[in-house]
């Protein structure tokens, strides 16, 4: 039932960022409110959908989180994607980016948030 939820959190990410078209990324100076700023900030159309996506997706990672904290995940995620990083190593930082309080992702939902922040960069 998760991988299901998370399919369709993701596939309507894409639709709606079909439909709304693509924006550039600006980057930001701005500390972030986890663990390291972000290098990358995504505009406030694909964030605001990727938080509504991830509450809907992952209502235990996101309890408690005001939008920026899980808009940190799209933009720490979207930065070691830019930066080169790894699947492997993005997917491991994603269960860190993701972590609330003793709620971590498992690997298929910080693949599943992977994937989508690698279509919304």
Same mark, same amino acid.
């Given at each position: 039932?998760?991988?299901?939820?998370?399919?369709?959190?993701?596939?309507?990410? /894409?639709?709606?960022? !079909?439909?709304?078209? #693509?924006? +550039?990324?600006?980057?930001?100076?701005?500390? =972030?409110? %986890?663990? $390291? @700023?972000?290098?990358?900030?995504?505009?406030?159309?694909?964030?605001?959908?990727?938080?509504?996506?991830?509450?809907?997706?992952?209502?235990?990672?996101?309890?408690?989180?005001?939008?920026?904290? /899980?808009?940190?995940? !799209?933009?720490?995620? #979207?930065? +070691?994607?830019?930066?080169?990083?790894?699947? =492997?190593? %993005?997917? $491991? @930082?994603?269960?860190?980016?993701?972590?609330?309080?003793?709620?971590?992702?498992?690997?298929?939902?910080?693949?599943?948030?992977?994937?989508?922040?690698?279509?919304?960069?």
């Amino acid at each position: 039932m998760r991988r299901t939820s998370a399919a369709i959190a993701a596939s309507a990410t /894409v639709i709606a960022l !079909l439909l709304a078209g #693509c924006g +550039d990324d600006t980057t930001a100076t701005e500390p =972030a409110s %986890t663990t $390291a @700023a972000p290098a990358t900030k995504v505009d406030a159309a694909k964030a605001g959908m990727f938080v509504v996506s991830y509450r809907n997706a992952f209502p235990k990672l996101a309890e408690g989180r005001d939008d920026a904290a /899980v808009a940190d995940v !799209l933009n720490l995620t #979207c930065s +070691d994607i830019k930066a080169g990083k790894s699947e =492997a190593d %993005t997917v $491991a @930082a994603v269960v860190t980016y993701s972590k609330n309080g003793s709620t971590t992702a498992t690997e298929d939902e910080a693949k599943t948030i992977y994937e989508t922040v690698k279509l919304m960069c």
